[in-house]
């Protein structure tokens, strides 16, 4: 337990989770929270949904207004980290200044992987992790007449379907053999590409863009590595990111694909923890090390250290969900489904209702809902059981799922 200032890097969910937890868990010392960002702490899922839709302002996404962290005492400072000392549990900011910390969290998220490419620096040439950017992206789709979609994980059809409903041309470009390759089951995937398909998206799968073409300092289009070129005036990147490493690697403390903790997110320096985006962490759940990009896991590790440093440690084993709207389909996930070896579907494609389970060696590792809330619900209750039930009852709609449930 440490009865000294905390300090977070990092004002997303994770950072604001810390520094909201700590203070309901009674912590009464001084808490930083860094903010690198000109708005307040602000929530991410939205940007690429609704208020890409152009609904709501900017501080209908804001977690709390000024005034919370005003009566909660939580100090935001605008500023940028640039060197943690360890030996004198100091941080250097980008303004010259210092602040000295008891115990340093270091939330400090993710950032777009950029294209490399010829003219991937154009103005139209845009990304969508920020509040900036949505904000770009909704006064742009606005005047645009025909966008290039390079991406199709979550990001990049979150997109290209509200570009797609506000009347453009949208064009969808990804290397691998199926939509969300990396996330989902091919079940799900067949799904989303035949409604993207239908509401007039094109998808090209299995082709890679290898230049992005312009005229007059503008995006024309791009060219295809089979080809073929695609005319566009807008074009957006959604090709994954990379975990914001490099504070915690310049300090000598071990990364890999995230910044490295232990099963309590505790990194090689016990005054210092990572959580969300940046930390790959040890998971007694899944037996080996994780990095997860996800509202659920940046908030419960969260609360997990917020929990540790008022004195009541506990081993993180927060069962994974995530979720996606795209057009008005919502698919939800729980579990993890890495390494399945079985899928069978309860419910109805084409009523446009039905879930994935997925199993390996017949053990449920994961459900993956579309329009079936009740299915998403029935997976975080078992998995957060460490439970499954038989594919043969999973299919069978005559099975009643709580049934399930009943020890």
């Not at 949904?49 to 804001?62: I, Q, T």
């Not at 770009?136 to 509200?162: D, M, P, S, Y």
């Amino acid at each position: 337990m440490t009865q000294k200032a905390v300090l977070i890097v990092g004002a997303g969910h994770a950072g604001f989770q810390v520094a909201a937890s700590l203070r309901q868990h009674g912590f009464g010392e001084r808490i930083w929270l860094l903010n690198d960002e000109a708005h307040l702490p602000y929530q991410r899922p939205p940007l690429s949904k609704a208020y890409l839709k152009g609904e709501g302002r900017p501080d209908s996404l804001m977690f709390r207004p000024d005034k919370f962290y005003r009566d909660q005492n939580i100090e935001l400072i605008a500023d940028r980290a640039v060197s943690i000392d360890r030996a004198a549990q100091r941080l250097l900011l980008a303004s010259g200044s210092f602040l000295d910390y008891g115990h340093l969290v270091l939330a400090t998220g993710a950032r777009n992987r950029l294209l490399d490419l010829p003219n991937a620096n154009l103005p139209d040439v845009q990304y969508l992790r920020i509040l900036d950017e949505s904000e770009a992206l909704r006064q742009r789709i606005g005047t645009a007449k025909h966008v290039a979609v390079i991406g199709a994980g979550f990001i990049g059809l979150e997109f290209a379907a509200t570009a797609r409903a506000k009347g453009l041309e949208v064009d969808v470009i990804e290397l691998g053999s199926r939509v969300m390759a990396r996330a989902v089951t091919a079940e799900i995937s067949d799904y989303f590409q035949a409604r993207h398909t239908s509401a007039g998206i094109r998808i090209h799968l299995g082709v890679q863009a290898t230049s992005i073409e312009s005229a007059d300092g503008k995006v024309a289009g791009v060219s295809l590595s089979d080809g073929r070129h695609i005319p566009a005036d807008l074009i957006v990147v959604g090709v994954g990111v990379l975990p914001n490493v490099e504070l915690a690697a310049e300090a000598g403390l071990p990364v890999a694909s995230g910044i490295i903790v232990d099963e309590h997110l505790s990194t090689a320096d016990p005054n210092i923890s990572a959580i969300g985006d940046c930390a790959l962490f040890a998971s007694p759940r899944f037996g080996g090390s994780l990095r997860l990009e996800s509202v659920q896991n940046a908030t419960d590790q969260a609360r997990c250290v917020a929990a540790r440093l008022t004195g009541d440690t506990k081993v993180y084993d927060g069962l994974p969900w995530f979720w996606s709207d795209q057009a008005d389909d919502k698919l939800q996930i729980a579990g993890l489904t890495t390494g399945y070896d079985q899928v069978v579907v309860r419910g109805d494609r084409e009523a446009r209702s039905f879930s994935a389970f997925c199993y390996k060696q017949r053990q449920l590792v994961g459900i993956e809902s579309v329009n079936r809330a009740a299915d998403h619900v029935f997976g975080r209750k078992i998995l957060g059981l460490n439970r499954s039930i038989e594919p043969e009852k999973a299919v069978d709609l005559r099975v009643d799922l709580k049934a399930a449930l009943v020890v």
